[in-house]
Structures are given as C-alpha cells and as structure tokens.
C-alpha cells in the first residue's frame, strides 16, 4: 500500500516538477524572442510606410510631418531596447 502512495505522489511531483520547467523556458527564452520579432516587424511596416519621408529632401511644408516620423522612430527604438 505504501508503495502505490509513494509511486502516486513522485508521479505527480515529477509531473508538476516538469510543467514548472517548461513554462520557465517559455517565459525565459521563447517569449521575449517572439516579442522582438514582432518589434521587428513594426520597424519594417514603419520604415515602408514612412519612406516617403525620411527619404525625400527637407521640405518645410512637411515639419510636421517629419515631428511625427522622428517621434515614432524614437518610439520603436526604445521598444527594441526594452
């Protein structure tokens, strides 16, 4: 009898012991990996949508514009950062 409890509880030791594991590695590694290829992946839409910007000569018609763009710049290179 002593057995069966014995090989119950290390069972389910084990097994509790194994998922902790596992959700350390995903919290450790796997998240912040997904997370900066998905800052990645903004840098990119915003470096296509704002070309037209930063790649076209000073216009001062376009101050605000390029505040905006600079602003948003510094943004995703915090997050990236972070």
């Known amino acids: 009898m002593f ?3 014995l090989t ?6 084990s097994g509790v012991s194994i998922f902790v ?8 590694f796997v998240e912040p990996v997904h ?4 800052v990645r992946g903004d840098i990119v ?19 605000e514009d390029v505040r ?3 602003t948003e710049a510094r943004k995703l290179g915090s997050d990236i950062m972070a």
């Open 21 to 28: 594991i596992g959700q350390l590695i995903v919290k450790i």
């Open 3 to 5: 057995e069966v409890i």
């Open 45 to 63: 839409a915003f470096l296509t949508y704002y070309s037209d910007v930063y790649l076209s000569l000073p216009d001062l018609n376009k101050d």
């Open 35 to 38: 997370k900066l290829r998905g």
């Open 68 to 70: 905006k763009v600079s």
């Open 8 to 13: 119950t509880v290390l069972t389910v030791m």
